[in-house]
């Protein structure tokens, strides 16, 4: 298993499509800096909050182009089978590379979270505002959910990896399952609030939503960022279910992936 795992890494860190996203999220982390420009009392909260987005959207591409490069290329140009020669189950091989991804997202992590936390940290130096950013433990906490979330949608793009047979399925299904789990929470909140007084709206899309909580995680959940930005923690009981949510959604994710991968021909 360790053995795939290291092999992802050496793959992942020579990967071109990576070297690129990873100069997209430094630029987003540059468009944070800039934004801050256009609120004179709030600029630390405003590159912050910029940060954040621009750091769930690259770990994000991060996760999809990684399984693709790591597992989906690998079973497109069949050179899949000189890791399957190993005496080892594919299970394995599925669980070391998913490994291998999670490894790589981590310090994709940490490396744009300790440059959003300095860039937010020189905008504070230039600009005063009312209030001090909880750039300590809450902005960890915060990152480390950004993290979570980008691990959940690698599981699920690495299940839609082990079944599929067109190249580019992974990112494309991957990339849907990002927008529709991080959207699904300001839909809900939306048909609870009332839907602005369309009952009609609410009695017609809200069985449907709920039906969808079933098999869609809500990735809104995961995104802490009024702890760092506003001082308003979440609470342990809010981040404990989210990660709950998290781990067995990919825990499930991994296990189909697995199942999958077990039982495919290859020719």
């Known amino acids: 298993m360790w053995e795939f795992c290291l092999s992802a890494w050496r793959s992942g860190f020579r990967s071109r499509s990576v070297h690129a996203i990873l100069v997209l999220g430094v630029l987003l982390v540059g468009v944070a800096y800039l934004s801050s420009s256009f609120s004179p009392r709030q600029p630390m ?6 940060g954040l987005s621009g750091m769930r959207f690259s770990l994000v591409l991060f ?57 937010t940290f020189f905008v504070g130096v230039a600009y005063e505002q009312g209030f001090r950013l909880a750039l300590g433990f809450p902005f960890w906490v915060t990152v480390f959910g950004v993290w979570v979330d980008a691990a959940l949608v690698a599981a699920f793009a690495l299940w839609i990896a082990s079944l599929s047979t067109v ?53 809104s959940r995961l995104d802490w960022r009024v702890w760092p930005m506003y001082d308003l923690s979440p609470g342990l009981p809010t981040i404990a279910l989210a990660l709950l949510m998290a781990a067995g959604y990919s825990i499930v994710m991994l296990g189909l992936a697995v199942l999958t991968f077990s039982r495919r021909e290859f020719s």
Do not use: C, H
Request: aromatic residues 10%; charged residues 15%.
């Open 45 to 50: 909260t405003v590159a912050l909050d910029v």
């Open 63 to 119: 996760a999809l182009f990684w399984v693709q490069e790591l597992v989906g290329r690998e079973i497109e140009r069949r050179t899949v089978m000189y890791a399957l020669s190993y005496p080892v189950s594919r299970g394995v091989y599925i669980i070391g590379r998913y490994l291998g991804i999670l490894g790589l997202l981590a310090l994709a992590t940490l490396l744009l979270g300790m440059l959003l936390w300095l860039t």
């Open 167 to 219: 190249p580019m399925l992974p990112v494309a299904l991957g990339a849907a399952f990002a927008v529709a789990g991080k959207s699904l929470g300001a839909v809900i909140d939306y048909l609870e609030r009332g839907a602005d007084n369309d009952p009609l709206f609410v009695s017609k899309f809200t069985p449907l939503i709920e039906t969808i909580q079933w098999v869609l995680p809500d990735l």
